[in-house]
């Protein structure tokens, strides 16, 4: 019950921030209008609306990390933090309480991008509420990514970590733009070392109907999700330990 006041304090946090909420969820918007538009205006298909919109969904999702990561970091640089920790909660409660209202936060971003490519040429079928269910694992790492920063780091190292660092590097080592089996050679291989190229390729997969293939990449996305929020859990604690002294 504890957790879930906690939960209700933060959904109440990102009520009062529209204006974040609104940029995170309308800037993917706006990049996904443009390349459809550029697409339009070329005869080679190198932005198919299928492909496209799942790359451009992952990553809309930087931006759940960046709002995570000042969210945690100015409870942090505040005494709200401190007086919470009187109260009989443990770390892991602390980080499920901002885990859990950020989930719905990004199933809508989620969502309403791929309604906008259905007004786009996409079509609305099984494989797209597929896709939906495959990037919650993705939103839940991106999330877990912004709880760690915000861990770690005061709100304004937060923005550049996940503002600058990160959407650049889930922009350029996702394969959303282009293909990474092109570039090849160690660009590709570090890509493939890293979570995002695996959250474009297993939401193409589903969203394809390659329905074999979604889990060789999702297992990543899993796998890396689990550790970075076991990571925000013990970074979390050490700083509670640390505060509370």
Avoid at 110 to 126: H, N, P
Avoid at 211 to 224: R, T
């Amino acid at each position: 019950m504890k957790t879930a006041a906690f939960s209700a304090r933060n959904r109440k946090e990102m009520i009062r921030d529209p204006l974040n909420m609104a940029f995170g969820i309308g800037f993917p918007l706006v990049i996904l209008l443009l390349l459809t538009t550029l697409q339009s205006n070329i005869q080679v298909e190198l932005f198919a609306i299928d492909q496209l919109v799942p790359g451009v969904a992952v990553f809309g999702l930087s931006f759940i990390s960046l709002f995570s990561g000042m969210l945690i970091a100015k409870d942090r640089s505040t005494s709200f933090l401190m007086r919470l920790f009187t109260a009989p909660l443990t770390a892991p409660d602390y980080i499920l309480g901002y885990t859990l209202p950020l989930i719905p936060m990004a199933i809508l971003q989620i969502t309403i991008t791929f309604i906008a490519a259905a007004f786009l040429g996409l079509v609305i079928d099984f494989n797209v509420l597929l896709t939906i269910v495959v990037l919650i694992p993705v939103a839940i790492l991106f999330i877990g990514i912004g709880l760690l920063a915000g861990s770690l780091f005061n709100d304004k190292l937060v923005g550049g970590v996940c503002g600058a660092l990160l959407t650049n590097l889930s922009a350029w080592l996702s394969g959303t733009w282009f293909d990474l089996h092109l570039v090849g050679g160690w660009f590709k291989a570090i890509a493939y070392m890293l979570p995002f190229a695996h959250a474009v390729d297993a939401g193409r997969a589903a969203i394809s109907g390659d329905y074999a293939s979604i889990l060789p990449h999702l297992w990543w996305v899993i796998g890396y999700a689990v550790a970075i929020l076991i990571i925000a859990i013990f970074v979390f604690r050490k700083q509670m330990s640390s505060d509370s002294d």
